[in-house]
């Protein structure tokens, strides 16, 4: 639990600080990383709005402030269920389902993947760090699908080693809004920080941030105002897949950041395949799917220890498999 939040008001002299040095001028026992942490986390409020780090305050103005609960150093051990393709003594295959954060972050300290990972296996590699217990790769949260946990650091370095090397072949499934013009391409758009939205990545060919990236992809059958894809990314940057198909005006479905949709009903699915029977035995406002439409679908690489070349597919989950259902039944 946090600590009771404690208010100060602004004096004449502390106007125009920063909100970070004004709460940490008045717990001088703390350090500047956990005030930090506590803005992030949303536990300081001025005149009771939540403000960022960089607020500048007036004078007058009232501070609350509650210090945020000292974290465990690694992921508290948690019963998660875990759907295993694989496992041995020195690798475990996983199937991700949407909605589970892979590590501890911020706003995301519980029901992670490597919480439930500590829970169910003995021993885990250690070169991701305390809070990454056999992470070698990530998914993003609502990504579902295949990803790979190491158990010994030899595996881990392994591994490593063959994402560094683009070796390891992954393969993801995607429906998307509108149907790309061509049956397949190569999408190559350097991937950096977004200027204005810490949240979001942008195509920037010219920035310390741009880093090479590289997306093949395959239209596997089209629809009215839909596609399923299969997308086979040749660079492992963050949000990758959604980005280079937003920007060839197909958004991975319901991708809220990039494509500006969390949620896909029966009613919208009719009015944009024009079928007012379609799923007709469904209510209108039935959500069908409330998650990107991504999935990683089939995961390639040599095994750290015998060196066999080994494959894993993780079916597509019931959710994107009900849209394409009623996609099919147009």
Not at 294 to 304: E, I, K, N, V
Request: charged residues 25%.
């Amino acid at each position: 639990m946090s600590d009771p939040a404690r208010c100060f008001q602004v004096q004449d002299e502390d106007e125009g600080q920063r909100l970070d040095v004004f709460l940490a001028a008045q717990h001088p026992e703390t350090s500047r990383v956990q005030i930090r942490r506590g803005i992030d986390d949303g536990t300081a409020k001025v005149d009771r709005r939540n403000r960022k780090a960089s607020y500048r305050v007036q004078a007058g103005q009232l501070v609350e402030f509650a210090l945020p609960a000292e974290r465990p150093s690694g992921p508290e051990p948690e019963p998660t269920p875990l759907s295993l393709l694989y496992e041995d003594d020195a690798i475990a295959v996983v199937d991700k389902p949407a909605g589970m954060v892979v590590h501890p972050a911020k706003g995301h300290w519980s029901g992670t993947l490597a919480s439930a990972l500590v829970y169910h296996f003995k021993q885990l590699s250690t070169c991701g760090g305390e809070s990454r217990p056999g992470i070698v790769h990530r998914l993003d949260r609502d990504t579902s699908g295949a990803i790979v946990v190491a158990k010994t650091d030899v595996a881990h370095a392994n591994l490593a080693a063959q994402f560094h090397d683009r070796t390891v072949h992954k393969e993801y499934l995607a429906i998307v809004l509108g149907c790309p013009d061509r049956d397949r391409d190569l999408i190559d758009h350097p991937i950096g920080d977004h200027p204005t939205h810490r949240e979001k990545k942008a195509l920037r060919s010219e920035h310390a941030s741009s880093r090479e990236a590289q997306t093949f992809y395959d239209v596997e059958e089209r629809f009215p105002g839909f596609a399923l894809l299969k997308a086979k990314p040749r660079t492992g940057r963050t949000h990758q897949i959604r980005l280079h198909l937003a920007s060839i005006h197909c958004p991975v479905l319901c991708d809220k950041l990039y494509g500006g949709q969390s949620r896909l009903t029966v009613a919208e699915i009719r009015m944009r395949c024009q079928q007012k029977n379609l799923a007709a035995d469904l209510d209108p406002e039935h959500t069908l799917l409330e998650r990107q439409a991504l999935h990683a679908h089939r995961l390639q690489f040599t095994h750290p220890s015998s060196g066999e070349e080994m494959t894993f597919s993780a079916p597509l989950p019931s959710d994107m498999q009900n849209v394409l259902v009623a996609l099919q039944q147009r």
